[in-house]
């Protein structure tokens, strides 16, 4: 399969296909630290993470809209506070839910997986009837459009690299917010002794709604981000799910390690075999490999020893 | 604790002979042969809810992945019906005559090997049994022997579901595709399209589905059934005892893996067609929801909860599309929140007390003491 192209063209194939796979790999990262922090941390599952995206991508798409109507002037600039509104708006619902569904569920982890699932039809539904069946799009700022060409074969798309660019200081702030903040410390003591956080004096149903909204809220800038490199319809975020729970599961649940290199190794796997074949394919080889590797290891890549 | 030695207690008779009298005499005497044929097509759900009951409500193991045995049950059973509705006379006008008209439009000239077996009944039959029943043992022995469980497991059978589609509409030469296998006709000569054969079919389906019920019901009654129950409430405890956890998970997942494939095979004989959409992950979660609905312990309420929510679906999707998701995602939260054990748990927290009073102040007697422990509520 390699036969027909010389050393230097396999080169940049590697290269842009390599970046194809980092756009990738920037939404499950983001979709899938979200999705990490609420099943890795609650043991919740939340199947309707992927609507939750699409509110933030609706926002988004709200949010130029309005730009382009009365601040034509401040239009390249509508994209950051898009994402902040994407981020309250998420989590705000994240919260709402979590009050309203989750916190009766939290015994009972295979029955919030329905519970989430039907959240996520009516969502859908609610999309399809606020928003209309068909795909949005957003206007993107003049700056982010065209290509960064870095040698002769090999050009990197400009807002590919913004949303990469976005996703790391993301992961940066969550790790900090997570592993540094009093508030993270509180998260990761209700986790490992829930009984004993409460001992001590930390509200854990405070902890536990503000965890998922945190989650559902980074779910939201996922969203945001997705807008910049695609459309918006109602069932998008249904498309990704099942991706990012194996990223989770892969990477080891509660590990945020190990969710980024799981999201990094299934992006690069998938996007450079899709050069080589079709992409129905590459995807099933793909989720094949991580379904097997699974079952070798069913504690995913970085796996956190605690005692049970 | 008393070990019923009946087959069924009172209640699960009564159960039983409103069931088989709805089934058997009512629907097909009050229904035209369309309405009868959508019900056919209902309890081919029914098969699949049957063995979510054994698996998750006995077992305690969800399975998100159900629709990948359904259709491998209803694909063995298309590919065997494609092939006779092929045969060379008829396929005159093809490029390759003699193969199903789509892999001709997909430039395949000879049959796949995998293809060749399924010209014979008797293996058509045979597959529709064992390659859902291996798939499930190989997928059992690989999660369960390492002790993954729970939502782990929920998650990779939903990957499975989700590989599953995307190999079935990627490889559309060997599959038929996003359309599926379309224009069956006949089973060994016999036209299986007309009103009658329609009926003769829905007849049979009956019959198998009670086959299905007899085996749940047996297989709950045994002392299997108890360790099942057992294992879901207290695994560590089962282990510790001497049983190995492992295999008996792995029975039960086989067991509901092989019911719904005979529900998928007997979908391809009623419907007359097999496509992906019965395959993925959306359909797959349905089907637990026709067991959540019915009652997850209940085999009768899981006949029941196929019918009525597929039921609803028909007509309310005809008429309303847009309330119908709504109405699904709210049965979702619903039977989660409110109604853990389903139509079942409401029949016996409601309607069966007050039977039972009626009946206990006409005669006075003492009642008998079957109880199982099956019938309590699932303690997840």
Redesign the interface.
Known sequence: MFGEYSIGDLGSIFVMQGFAGLILFSVYVLMALGLAIIFGQMGVINMAHGEFMILGAYVTWMTSNLFQSFLPSLFSGYFFLAMMLAFLASGALGMLVEWVLIRHLYKRPLDTLLATWGLSLMLQQAYRSIFGPREVGVELPQWMLGSLKVTDSIEVPINGVFVMGLTVLITIVVAYVLYKSRWGRQVRAVVQNRIMAGAVGINTEKVDRFTFGLGCGIAGIAGSAFTMIGSTGPTSGQLYIVDTFLVVVFGGAASLLGTIASAFSISQTQSTLEFFMSGSMAKVLTLLAVVGILMLRPQGLFALKVRK | MIINSRFFNRSELIGFIALAAILFVILPLSLDVFRLNLVAKYLTYAFVAIGLVLCWGYGGI?S?GQGVFFGLGGYCMAMFLKLEASSVENTKIQSTPGIPDFMDWNQVTALPFFWQPFHSLTFTIAAIILVPGLFALI?GT??FK???G???F???T???A??MT??I??QQGYTGGINGMTDLRTLKGWDIRPDHAKVILYFVEVVLLFACIGIAQFIRLTKLGRILVAMREQEDRVRFSGYSVANFKIFAFCMAAIFAAIGGAMFALNVGFMSPSFVG?VPS?EM??YT?VGGRMSIFGAVWGSILVNFAKTSLSESFP?LW??G??????A???AF?NGLSGIWQDHVQPRIDRLLASRKSKPKDGWNSVADGAPA?
């Open positions: 969800l998100l997928i690989a999660m390492r002790r993954v729970g939502t782990y929920a998650i990779i939903q990957a499975i989700a590989i995307i190999l509409v990627g992950i979660i637990v929801i959540a847009q998701l709504f699904l995602g709210a049965l979702f939260i039977v989660v929140l853990p997840e």
